[in-house]
């Protein structure tokens, strides 16, 4: 996997020496010089990661990841801080100003690949809900960006068989109000995971009895810790396992013994991650039903049932099914008459009825203006036919919604509905519906609040 990585460093000789280690594993590299040139070739280049040092004439490694991550422009974008300064304070200091993780000097080259590989992998993933959230806004399905959420009431699983660094770990994270879970082996966390939603879990690498990569590996797979950030804890000498773990799709580690304050700030980082991705994936999903859905009735709209109907009349047999277009009789006058308020409030107690009468599995969806359209699967002719009069009867008698809430008026509404099937009547989804079109002006020429089936014969033209 290739990817665009900015080194910023003031030491020519270190910033060609990663350059050298990254190209030779084809990425494309760029170098700046300090923080300057950093910030303004992170805003033009838009690079996949940024290995920032710390030291530097003029602003700082901290005071250049902390105006990258307040610029909209470039606050996506990975940062790994990288020093020779060895204290825990460094470390949390530099979290603290936004960077997704710290490396010491002299930089261990498998540590750095292990690094680079996760973040560009997660960049790449951020990338495509940003866009498609970007997309949400700018059709203004979606609110707008809101400032980075809180993690205080965030679940967090631990898999530790030692009770001591157990507890370390829930008093840690307890003081930003995280609940924080205990898992002692394999089936504690799968029993565990699949209970309750879960926004970060901490594996160590020391369990006893267990292989962890082995239950890192099956805590990916599953559905519901997918996408659920992984932290390992392990000591220096696990580096090959922390290594191989970030293969298998872990997101961090915490080298032992673990800092409370580091801990924090790690997991802070990767739990809003995670909520950002969650709140991300919920705007696509609000915009996707803003799509598909009628706002006036709840039902889905003429763009998700032509889609539909072609996916289902295009597959290789067609299926089986019945078609029903159904016209609320002389609505025009109801809107005229009472307004259009009330033509809504009418429209939703219709379209409410239909879906209290129809099967689980059948698709109602508004067409448009006062029809609607039933697709019934598996239904033949003489089926559908029943349940259009059984929906022309529910309508009929349905309780008569009032015209005006604080008054007395009341109205009576009735539907004209006309039935077609697929391979009797048509095999393309156009025709269905011109055949159920035809059905139903043969219903309004007969009189209304009544069933017609398709005919060859019928006329298409609408009646006046």
């Known amino acids: 996997m290739t990817a665009r990585i900015l080194i910023v460093d003031d030491v020519p000789a270190n910033a060609r020496l990663l350059e050298a280690k990254l190209s030779a594993e084809y990425y494309q590299v760029a170098s700046a010089r300090d923080g300057f040139e950093a910030l303004a070739a992170a805003r033009n280049w838009q690079p996949d990661l940024i290995l920032l040092d710390v030291m530097m004439p003029g602003m700082d490694g901290f005071e250049c990841c902390r ?19 060895g204290e825990a304070a ?28 996760s973040l560009v992998r997660l960049k790449r993933l951020l990338d495509e809900w940003r866009a498609r959230g970007e997309t949400v806004r700018a059709l203004g399905l979606a609110a707008d960006r809101l400032p980075p959420p809180s993690v205080a009431g965030s679940r967090v699983m631990v898999v530790d068989d030692w009770d001591a660094e157990a507890e370390a770990i829930r008093a840690a994270l307890g003081q930003d109000g995280i609940v924080v879970l205990r898992a002692r082996d394999r089936a504690e966390a799968m029993a565990l995971s699949a209970a309750m939603p879960l926004d970060l879990i901490l594996l160590s690498l020391g369990l006893a009895e267990e292989d962890p990569l ?13 996408d659920v950030p ?22 961090d580690w915490l080298l032992l013994p673990i800092d409370p304050q580091e801990l924090r700030v790690r997991a802070r980082n990767q739990i809003r991650r995670k909520l950002y991705q969650d709140r991300l994936r919920a705007d696509l999903g609000e915009a996707i039903e803003l799509a598909v859905i009628d706002p006036l009735t709840g039902l889905y709209n003429r763009r998700y049932l032509m889609r539909h109907l072609r996916s289902m009349m295009d597959q290789d047999p067609p299926p089986h099914l019945s078609l029903m277009l159904i016209d609320v009789d002389f609505f025009k006058a109801v809107n005229d008459a009472h307004g259009h308020a009330a033509g809504d409030r009418a429209l939703r107690v219709v379209a409410e009825t239909l879906r209290s009468n129809i099967r689980a599995f059948d698709t109602l969806a508004r067409y448009g203006g006062e029809e609607f359209v039933v697709i019934m699967p598996g239904a033949g002719q003489e089926q559908a036919g029943m349940a259009a009069e059984r929906l022309r009867e529910a309508v009929a008698s349905m309780p008569t919604p009032l015209v005006d809430p604080a008054g007395d008026g009341a109205l009576s509404l009735t539907v004209s509905i006309g039935v077609a099937v697929s391979g009797l009547d048509a095999d393309s989804a156009d025709g269905l519906l011109a055949a159920a079109d ?10 209304r609040n009544r069933v017609e089936l398709a005919r060859e014969s019928w006329p298409v033209a609408p009646i006046a």
């Open 67 to 85: 105006k990258l991550k307040e610029d909209p422009a470039t606050l996506h974008i990975p940062v790994v801080m990288v020093t020779a300064l």
């Open 90 to 117: 460094e470390r949390v200091a530099g979290l603290d100003a936004g960077a997704d993780d710290f490396l010491s000097k002299p930089v261990e080259y498998a540590t750095l690949m292990s690094r680079v590989r």
């Open 214 to 226: 082995a239950l890192a590996s099956g805590l990916r797979a599953a559905d519901v810790t997918h």
């Open 230 to 251: 992984l932290l390992l804890v392990g000591d220096v000498g696990e580096r090959e396992r922390l290594h191989r773990g970030f293969d298998l799709g872990a997101n």
């Open 438 to 447: 035809a059905a139903l002006y043969a219903a309004k020429r007969s009189g």
